[in-house]
Nanobody, 126 residues
Framework: QVQLVESGGGLVPAGGSLRLSCKASLPTFSAYTVGWFRQAPGSEREFVAAMKRYNSNPYYANAVKGRFTMSRDNAKATAYLQMNSLSADDTAVYFC???????????????????WGQGTQVTVSS
């Protein structure tokens, strides 16, 4: 059974940083595309960043480009999201997701991912 477990969320002041982790129980982690999404109260789940399988180039939403950095360590079956210059607009529950077969145009579509973590809360105080 595939499991994704996020960690690293918390309360941080505006301008601060957090690093989220997503640990996957996937024997061939490198064969999975991994995405980060977030969902604020009353809002739809939105794309944050993704890295395709076998590819080290991250894709970012415009809202986080230049502030967030996604990386992955396939040997540890873990993906990371380094978040800098946080603002109140970044407050949300952050989820990681994984799927084996995604084309680039589908990276930002939540319904295209088969596996999801339970989410970790990020709260930025202004």
């Amino acid at each position: 059974q595939v499991q994704l477990v996020e960690s690293g969320g918390g309360l941080v002041p505006a301008g601060g940083s957090l690093r989220l982790s997503c640990k996957a129980s996937l024997p061939t982690f490198s064969a999975y595309t991994v995405g980060w999404f977030r969902q604020a109260p009353g809002s739809e789940r939105e794309f944050v960043a993704a890295m395709k399988r076998y590819n080290s180039n991250p894709y970012y939403a415009n809202a986080v480009k230049g502030r967030f950095t996604m990386s992955r360590d396939n040997a540890k079956a873990t993906a990371y999201l380094q978040m800098n210059s946080l603002s109140a607009d970044d407050t949300a529950v952050y989820f990681c997701a994984a799927d084996q077969q995604l084309i680039t145009s589908s990276l930002g579509v939540p319904s295209q991912y088969d596996y999801w973590g339970q989410g970790t809360q990020v709260t930025v105080s202004s």
